[in-house]
């Protein structure tokens, strides 16, 4: 750890007249992602002799009272905090952003960050809310593949943050959460900062995140913060929480020449064995209608590649759940709009990462007592390949119904695909490439019919106003199919129109939805996707469902604060349209008419101007776009405030769906 140095103004008097506890001190990080040994730092005049780590607090108090004799002396001054070296065990984890709402409970490591740490890797991005703060860590992930930092305040920024977090749960999304914590009461030093606090500030979010741990020394922080990144990288994903107390951030250093910060290692994946994917290249080879399903089977841009070359060499059906950008969408053997036909054809099913296998595989009916029906043919086979099959939780229930297969693979998925791959081109012979392709000549003509009733089915009501949601989705991917471009928020309040009509055949294209359909998600996955494309220079665009951006609109702000380029074309429909078909649909069930579901359900008397509203927190916004002949024009000068490197809203009334 480099030594800090003096600034012009004189420290001691610095801290006497604004009576602040801590100097701004600039020093020169380690960055290294290696072992890094920590000088003894320096200790004022007389200061007693260093204790063992485990007195600290001890060491602290004795250091206090030989520079500070009397009541009237100046205030203690800390030339190597503790934080400090927390801030060196998150650059040698290898974090860019850190995402973050203030509070006292960090305020040392946040001081850390910015001074001694230099702001830069990992750079605080400004939130204005927890929930956003994880939501970026979300939407970061699934573009860039690592995690982000997110510091919560105590009690209160860990509740706001944890339907963030429960989506990320969901999603299986590695997010690294650090929660500050006044741990030690003698430190509390106001009413404040008892409600802030708590014994065990993680066991809010225990059940929803994959680790925690609250090190009791700074060693033990630094090896916690590996571990918390390698158990959090480790499939399935899911996020992770340190809790830091105020008084490891605070005190100074101790005299430990042994302190260090461990390398970080990352495990490799877990591969299916070779058995098992044997015997499913044998069921594939042989099927005669083979499907793949695959939901989160893409962890990186190999994966697609992967999954491309397996479709390709069965000429398969492919179903695609959207979980991530897992195939093409205008590949041939694409079948995912007519999944169900494919299902009820299929003699051999291979999920691959499905968080609903049984949802597959069956259809639901009823409204008041829902029941199922099977859509497979008899004596089809079933096959999983899940690595959610390796970390389960008991409370909440994101692990869906119980479907029996007849080969399940606990494993990950991606992992296990060039092993899969392999054996199946074993198994070819000529026969069986000869029939493989008159298989994938039928599933490309269905595939093509089945795009071509889309492009039809979206010129209905072309020309209404309110807008249609597919003359909204054509009409963005007029603008934007030319472009590198990124597609970063949820399909399923838009009917599903730009995966059924854009061209979508890289990594980046899509990031899936909330996972845990927590409204709140899109406004800021958006913007943290949208942070991780700035550096690749892509355009990325977002269609933003109305209720979801005011559960969390001050995320406008961190986007136009931090120069965050980023297209937001409002599906502007006035209402939560889910709950209003809900609504309707138990006023149906209870025989009492459907004319009163608006209320309680939509955004309406008054209008909400999100064009005002974006333009408020310093962003490009439009006027409310009605007319679609309006659209264009208003999405080509959006566009080009994005290409500037600013963020652009573009405010469109829409029809419901």
């Not at 989160?296 to 479709?311: D, K, N, S, Y």
């Not at 099913?349 to 008899?378: C, H, Q």
Request: proline share 7%; aromatic share 8%; with cysteine.
């Amino acid at each position: 750890m480099a030594k800090s140095k003096k600034t012009s103004v004189d420290r001691r008097s610095f801290l006497k007249n604004a009576t602040v506890g801590a100097a701004a001190l600039a020093a020169t990080p380690v960055t290294a992602a290696t072992a890094v040994p920590i000088p003894q730092p320096s200790r004022p005049r007389n200061a007693a002799a260093p204790l063992p780590p485990v007195s600290r607090r001890a060491e602290a108090e004795a250091a206090a009272a030989a520079a500070n004799p009397g009541p009237n002396s100046d205030p203690i001054t800390v030339d190597h905090p503790g934080s400090d070296f927390m801030v060196d065990a998150f650059k040698a984890a290898g974090f860019e952003y850190l995402c973050s709402n203030p509070g006292n409970s960090f305020r040392s490591l946040h001081e850390s960050f910015i001074n001694y740490g230099a702001n830069k890797n990992p750079e605080f991005i400004t939130c204005c809310h927890e929930e956003s703060a994880v939501g970026m860590a979300h939407g970061y992930f699934k573009i860039e593949g690592k995690p982000l930092l997110v510091c919560v305040h105590g009690t209160v920024g860990v509740q706001h943050a944890s339907m963030a977090i429960y989506d990320a749960f969901c999603d299986r999304v590695p997010v690294v959460v650090v929660l500050g914590n006044f741990g030690d009461a003698q430190t509390r030093a106001s009413f404040v900062n008892w409600t802030h606090s708590a014994q065990d500030p993680a066991e809010l979010i225990r059940d929803f995140v994959k680790w925690d741990d609250q090190p009791a020394t700074l060693q033990g922080f630094a090896e916690s913060v590996m571990r918390a990144y390698r158990v959090a990288m480790t499939p399935p994903y899911m996020p992770v929480a340190l809790v830091c107390n105020t008084d490891l951030q605070e005190f100074p250093l101790p005299s430990n020449p042994a302190l260090r910060v461990p390398a970080l290692t990352l495990d490799r994946p877990p591969q299916g064995d070779s058995g098992s994917v044997q015997q499913t290249a044998q069921w594939l080879v042989a099927a005669e209608n083979p499907v793949i399903v695959a939901d989160r089977a893409a962890r990186t841009p190999a994966g697609l590649a992967l999954m491309i070359e397996l479709v390709e060499t069965l000429q398969a059906a492919v179903i695609d759940r959207n979980g991530r950008m897992n195939f093409p969408t205008r590949h041939p053997l694409n079948q995912t709009e007519r999944g169900g036909s494919a299902i009820g054809e299929a003699d051999v099913i291979l999920g691959l990462e499905l968080t609903d296998f049984y949802g597959i595989v069956n259809a639901y009916y009823g409204d008041v007592y829902p029941r199922t029906r099977s859509l497979t043919k008899p004596g089809v086979k079933l096959i999983s390949i899940n690595s959610n099959d390796l970390y389960l939780k008991s409370n909440y229930q994101d692990f869906q119904r119980y479907q029996a297969e007849n080969l399940a693979i606990a494993a990950d998925a991606e992992a296990t695909l060039p092993s899969l791959i392999e054996a199946v081109k074993k198994l070819l012979t000529d026969d069986r490439k000869r029939m493989f392709q008159d298989r994938g000549a039928k599933l490309a003509a269905a595939h093509q019919r089945i795009f071509a009733q889309n492009r039809d089915l979206a010129a209905n009501g072309w020309d209404a106003s309110p807008i249609s949601t597919a003359r909204l989705s054509a009409e963005i991917w007029n603008q934007i199919r030319n472009e590198d471009w990124s597609f970063v928020s949820n399909c399923q309040f838009v009917s599903r129109w730009p995966l059924r009509l854009w061209d979508f055949n890289k990594y980046y294209h899509y990031i899936g939805g909330e996972g845990g359909y927590g409204v709140g998600y899109g406004a800021p996955a958006s913007v943290g996707a949208a942070l991780a494309n700035r550096k690749h220079g892509r355009l990325t665009v977002s269609i933003q469902n109305d209720g979801d951006l005011m559960f969390g609109p001050g995320v406008l702000w961190t986007a136009a604060h931090h120069r965050i380029p980023l297209l937001i074309v409002m599906h502007n429909n006035r209402a939560y349209h889910q709950e209003v078909m809900e609504v309707q649909r138990m006023a149906d069930v209870h025989e009492r008419g459907i004319t009163r579901a608006g209320i309680g359900t939509t955004l309406v008397d008054p209008a909400i101007d999100y064009g005002k509203l974006a333009q408020s927190m310093g962003m490009h916004g439009s006027a409310p776009i009605a007319d679609p002949g309006d659209l264009a024009p208003a999405l080509r000068e959006a566009i080009a405030v994005v290409k500037s490197g600013e963020p652009a809203l573009v405010n469109v009334v829409t029809q419901p769906r």
